[in-house]
Nanobody, 125 residues
Framework: QVQLVESGGGSVQAGGSLRLSCATS????????VGWFRQASGKEREGVAA????????LYADSVKGRFTISHDNAKNTLYLVMNSLKPEDTAMYYC??????????????????WGQGTQVTVSS
């Protein structure tokens, strides 16, 4: 059974930083796509950043490039998202997700099969 458990969310002021973690277990393949997605109130879920565990290649949404960094510790099966220079518009529920194939692109939420329960990030101005 595949499980993803996020942690690290919280409330910060604009300009602050947070680090999200996502512990994964039970995934049947050694290499897969894993990513961070977010959903603000009243908006659709959007891709933030994704990484392929086999190569470490990462992709970012334009809105977070230069501010967020995704990484994956293969030994610990843990995904991270370091978020710097946070803005109020980054406020959302953040989810991690995993899947084997992403024909529609790594930041397309519809491509992901397994999801965590989410962790809230709130950025105040």
């Amino acid at each position: 059974q595949v499980q993803l458990v996020e942690s690290g969310g919280g409330s910060v002021q604009a300009g602050g930083s947070l680090r999200l973690s996502c512990a994964t277990s039970g995934y049947p393949y050694s290499n897969y796509f894993v990513g961070w997605f977010r959903q603000a109130s009243g908006k659709e879920r959007e891709g933030v950043a994704a990484i392929y565990t086999g190569s470490g290649s990462a992709l970012y949404a334009d809105s977070v490039k230069g501010r967020f960094t995704i990484s994956h510790d293969n030994a610990k099966n843990t995904l991270y998202l370091v978020m710097n220079s946070l803005k109020p518009e980054d406020t959302a529920m953040y989810y991690c997700a995993a899947t084997a194939l992403v024909p529609g692109g790594p930041l397309n939420a519809r491509m992901y099969k397994y999801w965590g329960q989410g962790t809230q990030v709130t950025v105040s101005s």
